[in-house]
């Protein structure tokens, strides 16, 4: 929607849609990554999920400006839309539906204590 945006209102609309997207997302795959790693790793997968964010925040705006400057800014949108459809596929082949996915306590809690 930014790519093709004509007017501000479209503009901020876009804006609008990338910040919830963005904004749902951090948490969501922060919880795929706890989820997915053992408990003992639970620490490890966190601070590496956290790592690789300020990593991409670093470099993308950096990176990016080469693309704008030899891109532009509309082409650059619709490059980096197309990656993120490419990445949501390679999850969903990579991760969808997976078995491997945690489910009721974790290993180590122990059993619930019920009054009877």
């Known amino acids: ?17 990338l910040a919830l ?3 749902t997302l951090m948490s969501s795959m922060q919880a795929i990554a706890v989820t997915l790693a053992p408990r003992d790793r639970v620490g490890v997968a966190t601070a590496t999920f956290f790592l690789m964010l300020d990593i991409g925040t670093g470099l993308g705006p950096i990176l990016l400006g080469f693309a704008v ?7 650059m949108y619709l490059v980096m839309a197309a990656i993120t459809l490419v990445a949501v596929g390679l999850y969903y082949l ?9 489910s009721g306590p974790l290993p180590d809690d122990p059993p619930e204590v019920t009054d009877q």
């Open 1 to 17: 929607m930014i790519s093709v945006a004509r007017t501000p209102a479209v503009l901020l609309l876009g804006a609008v849609f």
């Open 21 to 23: 997207g963005f904004g």
């Open 69 to 75: 400057a030899y891109l532009g800014y509309s082409p």
């Open 94 to 102: 990579t991760h969808g539906g997976t078995p491997n996915r945690r």
